[in-house]
C-alpha cells in the first residue's frame, strides 16, 4: 500500500500540489506550496526530494522559482491514498 509507505507529510504534500492543479506542465511555486503547509517546516524539503526520485511529482525551475507538479504515477498513488482512506471510514 502506497500510504503505509510515505509519511503524512508526504501525502499532504501531495494532496497540496493536487489542490493547486499542479499537474503535467502546470506547477505549483515551492514557496505556494510552503504556505499551503505551514506546519511542515521541518524535513519539507527532504520530503520534496524523496517523492521526486519515487516518481511521484517533478521538479522543474521557472522564471526563476522551483516549481513542482505531479506526475501520472504520483495522481494514481494519490487516488489510491484517498481510495483508502474512504474504505477507512466503511
Given at each position: 500500500m502506497p500510504s503505509d509507505t510515505l509519511s503524512v507529510?508526504?501525502?499532504k504534500i501531495l494532496l497540496a500540489i493536487w489542490k493547486q492543479n499542479a499537474v503535467g506542465?502546470?506547477?505549483?511555486d515551492e514557496d505556494a506550496l510552503k504556505s499551503e503547509l505551514s506546519?511542515?517546516?521541518s524535513?519539507?524539503?527532504q520530503e520534496l526530494e524523496t517523492?521526486?526520485?519515487l516518481g511521484f511529482i517533478v521538479g522543474?525551475?521557472?522564471d526563476g522559482?522551483?516549481?513542482y507538479a505531479l506526475t501520472p504515477l504520483g495522481l494514481a498513488?494519490?487516488?489510491q491514498i484517498e481510495e483508502d482512506k474512504l474504505q477507512e471510514l466503511r
Open positions: 507529510l508526504g501525502e506542465i502546470r506547477s505549483v506546519d511542515s517546516s524535513g519539507f524539503s517523492l521526486q526520485c522543474g525551475n521557472n522559482k522551483i516549481g498513488i494519490l487516488r
